[in-house]
Structure formats: C-alpha cells, structure tokens
C-alpha cells in the first residue's frame, strides 16, 4: 500500500491506495484530459463515468458518458503543475463496469507526496 498526502488549496488529506497515477503537465495524457475537461477552465477536481450498456450491441444504456465538476476560484486549468489520478466508484452504480476516474488538479502551491510502506517519500508534486 502507498501513503498519499496531499495538500490542496489549504485542506490536507491523507489515504491508503493500492497505487496512485499523477500526469504531469506537458505530457500526452495531461493534454488529452484538459480537452476532454475544456467546458470548465478553473477545476477543481472531475469525476468521469463511462457510458454504460446493458447489452453486448452498445444499442441499451444504462448510464450515459458524464463529467461532474468542482470548481476552484482563483485557478487556469492549464497553470495545473499535475494532474492525480484516480479510481472513482459510482455510489449510485456500485459495480466494475460502472467505474470511472478521478481527475484532482494541483496547481502551484499544492503539494502531494507519496510515500511507500516504509514511510519513505518516491514521487513527489509541488
């Protein structure tokens, strides 16, 4: 399991994850997300859920393609030094197919550290 310790606009969270995903910015991945989160310039975080079919055909849905957003005051979307990334569970679907991702923006400021059994610090953002 691998600590993570973040502090994000004043508020310091810490949890256990199985693992953990941070995407920098310049990368391929952070540019892909910041298109796909481009209807809001100031996130805070987003949630995405798939769309989701009851048949094999994809002709049935049972939950369309969804991006929920919490905005931050005060931030630009593309000033974002990383972007964690990580497993979100639809509380309204429990399930595996219904799962989707997390994206948590940290900008200048924010620091996130992850720290491995040992308590000892490998990656981190600020």
Same mark, same amino acid.
């Given at each position: 399991m691998l600590t993570v310790k973040s502090?994000?606009?004043?508020?310091?969270?810490?949890?256990?994850?199985?693992?953990?995903?941070?995407?920098?910015?310049?990368?391929?991945?952070?540019?892909?997300?910041? @298109?796909?989160t481009k209807s809001h310039s100031n996130p805070d975080f987003v949630i995405w859920l798939?769309?989701?079919?009851?048949?094999?055909?994809?002709?049935?849905?049972?939950?369309? @393609? @969804?991006l929920v957003f919490s905005e931050r005051e005060g931030v630009v979307d593309s000033d974002a030094i990383a972007i964690l990334i990580n497993d979100y569970e639809n509380p309204f679907h429990p399930g595996e197919a219904f799962k989707g991702l997390e994206y948590q923006f940290i900008y200048p400021g924010d620091n996130v550290?992850?720290?491995?059994?040992?308590?000892?610090?490998?990656?981190?953002?600020?």
């Open positions: 502090s994000i606009n004043g508020v310091t969270h810490i949890c256990e994850q199985e693992s953990v995903t941070i995407v920098r910015n310049g990368s391929e991945r952070f540019s892909q997300i910041l @298109e796909q798939p769309e989701v079919y009851a048949d094999e055909e994809c002709k049935e849905s049972i939950q369309d @393609e @969804e550290y992850v720290m491995n059994s040992h308590g000892s610090t490998i990656e981190a953002v600020k």
